[in-house]
Nanobody
Framework: QVQLVESGGGSVQAGGSLRLSCTAS????????LGWLRQAPGKEREEVAY????????MYDPSVKGRFAIAHNYAKNTVTLQMNNLKPEDTAMYYC????????????????WGQGTQVTVSS
């Protein structure tokens, strides 16, 4: 069981930046990949970025690669998402999420996610 609490959302003009933060707690938190999902109204939930050990492997959706940066602190079980050069299409509810790590790959579907934090980017 993993509890995820995220924060840092808000409203920003296009080209601006936000940093999302998440703290994970519970049993065997270190066995999970941590990252971020987002969902815009009327659209499917999509994976934004996640990170996992060994080697702090980081994966990004092509739409955010080069603009967003994930940081997973394995000792503290926290994860942040630095979002730069935000675009209106980044507007969505962002969820901190945890995927089970099987030793090689993260699971296909997130096992847990938080309550969400809204990110709104205006033109």
């Amino acid at each position: 069981q993993v509890q995820l609490v995220e924060s840092g959302g808000g409203s920003v003009q296009a080209g601006g930046s936000l940093r999302l933060s998440c703290t994970a707690s519970g049993t065997n938190v270190g066995k999970y990949c941590l990252g971020w999902l987002r969902q815009a109204p009327g659209k499917e939930r999509e994976e934004v970025a996640y990170a996992y050990a060994p080697g702090d492997n980081q994966m990004y959706d092509p739409s955010v690669k080069g603009r967003f940066a994930i940081a997973h602190n394995y000792a503290k079980n926290t994860v942040t998402l630095q979002m730069n050069n935000l675009k209106p299409e980044d507007t969505a509810m962002y969820y901190c999420a945890a995927w089970l790590y099987g030793g090689i790959w993260c699971s296909d579907e997130a096992a847990y996610w938080g309550q969400g934090t809204q990110v709104t980017v205006s033109s």
